[in-house]
């Protein structure tokens, strides 16, 4: 699906810098496979007959007609909420979603679950989880909880066209360089042709949405992170389509019911 919309949310140059620099390191160590962390319990994922499960976070960008990108709101929320409606939906062992304050009270909530994938694995052990989110796990009477974040962007049709015209103007000057370069090599040399111009083509600005996804498993009682997933890659899956999203958490999430 390519979109199109009015855009009206203002730039938000460090949320921008945290979308885009998640998924530069989610392609970045696609080629290594799944990132998987278990803390010294060793939990066995299965064993849990119920985890509790805190609204999901989205961090999505929308790319505008000249191929910026913009932080949304609107498209982060519908991001998240399609998230958490296909896990309730599923056969997940999860609660019913225990709704956060993150515009907020917990707005540190969300900071937090926003910065655990840039987190290294050798260091989880040593990440402090916020008082409030264990409180929430602890209310809802479980001892294990689940946050679920995804990132990524959608670039809309313009953006696509603009990106398009932008190259296909700087092939046309460089070809008609090439051609001139070319033409004084044959009048000054031996006649053949010295220069060759190669058009310029990048597929990833024309890309039209891609996403990246994550799974944090915390023990209320040890106050710690039991367990995390990032199952990679997830190039140009659509966070707003909620067939790439199934496809996404069914991957994110097998290790809880397989």
Known sequence: ?????????????MRIRLVLSALSVAVAVSSCGPVKYSSSENLNLKSVDEYAFIEPVSDILYYDRKNKPVYDYE????AADLIA???????????GVIYMDYDGSDREIRKWIQN???????RLDRVRVPKDLLDAI???????????????YIRSREAIRYEETQEAVGNAIGA????????KDKDNDDGKKKSTYEPYSNPENKTPYDCNMYCVVID???????HYIHPLPFLEKDPL???????????????FWE
Do not use: C, W
């Open 1 to 13: 699906m390519l979109y199109s919309r009015i855009q009206t949310t203002k730039i938000k140059p």
């Open 75 to 78: 498209l982060s929320d519908e």
């Open 85 to 95: 409606s296909i896990v309730s939906s599923q056969r997940y062992p999860f609660s």
């Open 116 to 122: 655990i994938g840039s987190v290294s694995t050798s």
């Open 138 to 152: 602890d209310r809802s009477g479980h001892r294990y909880g689940v946050v679920i974040f995804s990132s990524g």
């Open 176 to 183: 008609v360089l090439d051609a001139i370069l070319s033409k």
């Open 220 to 226: 209320s009682e040890s106050d710690e992170i039991v």
């Open 241 to 255: 389509n909620g067939r790439d999203m199934e496809s996404m958490l069914n991957r994110l999430l097998r290790d």
